[in-house]
């Protein structure tokens, strides 16, 4: 509306300009007069038709409001004809991130334990342009929705999310499950209105306490993982002796089984032909009286 008040001000001007230039005395003066007032007139009507006729960008909406009253209908991208006399409010129907410019939101929340933690979150979501006039309605501006529904979504839903949740599970290496839960809570604060794509949860950070408490639990855990290794170590070289002495038993029953009185007697009539000259030998007698006789040579 205020560039339709400038556009007929300024058409006024050139008026007065134009209808002053006769009364001049000086034919110069009136012709400049003259022009000049036509120029203004010129302006101020190219001023009312730039009013009259509004483009709306690629990846946004306009919402149409005339004294107090917003058009039902928002209007889609392209060139459209409106009342000169009303106000047009854009706003962008792209994906967002929150905060802007990369930052994140600082929020406390309690776990399932009672245990205060900070998280730092952003997300990234994006304006229903079909709900746009009746948003403008309620809260104003984008930047307005942005602070009304956006930031009160996102610290409600994370608080809720988190209520839900273990320290540990809070802390786990996989935070996927935990931003899924988060962006479902933001979602279902904000409703229809705005569309939640993805929850990032950047930095989780606890009491000094809590997490010197899981700094213990975690190498605690190492402390037994290589523990468990060890025994296993442990119980494969016993298992390995065990498989061994099996073995040497096995073996030890066979040689057993195979010395017979023939072998035996075979095997002491070949080793008398070995043993060197000189050799003094026990002969086992059938009375059980050694006998001593000197052999060897292999003669």
């Known amino acids: 509306m205020g560039q339709i008040i400038l556009a007929i001000i300024v058409i006024l001007i050139g008026a007065v300009i134009r209808a002053a230039g006769p009364a001049t005395r000086k034919p110069h003066a009136a012709g400049t007069a003259k022009v000049a007032g036509y120029g203004f007139m010129f302006a101020g009507v190219l001023l009312a038709v730039s009013n009259v006729l509004t483009v709306i960008s690629v990846g946004e909406v306009g919402v149409l409001h005339f004294l107090g009253t917003v058009h039902e209908r928002p209007l889609d991208q392209g060139v459209h004809l409106v009342n000169p006399l009303a106000s047009i409010e854009k706003m962008s129907i792209r994906e967002q991130s929150f905060p802007e410019g990369g930052g994140v939101e600082r929020i406390e929340a309690q776990t399932s334990e009672q245990l205060n933690v900070t998280l730092e979150v952003s997300i990234l979501f994006q304006l229903d342009g079909a709900v746009a006039p009746e948003l403008y309605s309620r809260l104003g501006s984008e930047r307005s929705i942005k602070s009304s529904i956006v930031l009160n979504a996102m610290r409600n839903g994370v608080r809720d999310a988190v209520a839900t949740k273990s320290i540990n599970e809070i802390f786990s290496p996989n935070r996927r499950e935990l931003a899924t839960d988060m962006l479902n809570e933001i979602q279902a604060k904000a409703g229809d209105r705005i569309e939640v794509v993805e929850v990032f949860v950047r930095d989780v950070q606890a009491p000094p306490r809590v997490r010197e408490a899981i700094e213990a639990k975690l190498e605690r855990e190492q402390e037994v993982e290589q523990e468990r290794f060890q025994t296993e170590i442990i119980q494969e070289r ?29 095997h002491y ?9 000189g050799s003094v030998v026990y002969v086992p007698t059938e009375g059980g009286v050694p006998l001593m006789r000197s052999v060897g040579g292999g003669n």
């Not at 073996?251 to 075979?266: S, V």
């Not at 009539?269 to 000259?277: E, F, N, T």
């Open 238 to 266: 016993a298992q390995q002796e065990i498989e061994e002495a099996k073995g040497i038993a096995e073996a030890q029953k066979i040689i057993t089984e195979g010395l017979t009185p023939a072998y035996l007697t075979y």
């Open 269 to 277: 009539i070949q080793q008398l032909g070995d043993m060197p000259p």
